[in-house]
Every structure is written in C-alpha cells, then in structure tokens.
Nanobody
C-alpha cells in the first residue's frame, strides 16, 4: 500500500530552483506532521523542513532557512518543498516523511526518495 510518493527532483546548476512534491495516501494522511529529510552520500539523514498539518506551523534546518519553503495542500494531501538559491551542498536524496512529531525518530512513514543534484 503506497503511503508517500515524492516527485520533482532533478539536476540544476547552483543558484537554481526546484520544487518537490509529496503525495500522501492511506494512513499517512492521518499523521500530524509531514516533512522533508535528506541524505547525502556518506552522511547521516538530516531534517530539512517540517510542517504541522493542522496549523501549518513550519520549522527549518539552519542550513536552508531563507532558501527553502515547505507548504501544504490538505485538500490534496500533498506537501511541497520549494528550494531556491540551491547550492552544491544541497545535493542529496530527499525523502518525504509523515509522523507524530517533528523529530525524525517519530516519523512513521517514508517515501522512497527523489534525487536532487546541484552542480557548481
């Protein structure tokens, strides 16, 4: 049963923009938080942005503040990540997740990921 499906990854040059989408289905739609996490080769998975589904309160990693924006369309059970002013260090596999809090340990559902590659 498919729960979270990401789309929108790709390859762009530094300074460019991408918009990721995550469509939720099934039990994932009942979770109070959805977020984006990323993992670069040889590094641990890190949180990028999380949104509380009820009130839309957002939180961001310091490394992306002012450049990325998470938003949601509850009618479509979809969360977006608008990424601007992209840097080579943003290169990673980006995962969508849904869970009980903003903590990565409380994320119960994960998508398969979408690859973002930023060239200098």
């Amino acid at each position: 049963q498919v729960q979270l499906v990401e789309s929108g990854g790709g390859s762009v040059q530094a300074g460019g923009s991408l918009r990721l989408s995550c469509a939720a289905s099934g039990y994932a739609t009942s979770k109070n938080y959805m977020g984006w996490f990323r993992q670069a080769p040889g590094k641990e998975r890190e949180g990028v942005a999380v949104i509380g589904r009820r009130y839309g309160i957002t939180s961001y990693a310091d490394s992306v503040k002012g450049r990325f924006a998470i938003s949601q369309d509850n009618a479509k059970n979809t969360v977006y990540l608008q990424m601007n002013s992209l840097k080579p260090e943003d290169t990673a596999m980006y995962y969508c997740a849904a869970g009980r809090s903003r903590d990565v340990r409380d994320m119960d559902y994960w998508g398969k990921g979408t690859l973002v590659t930023i060239s200098s």
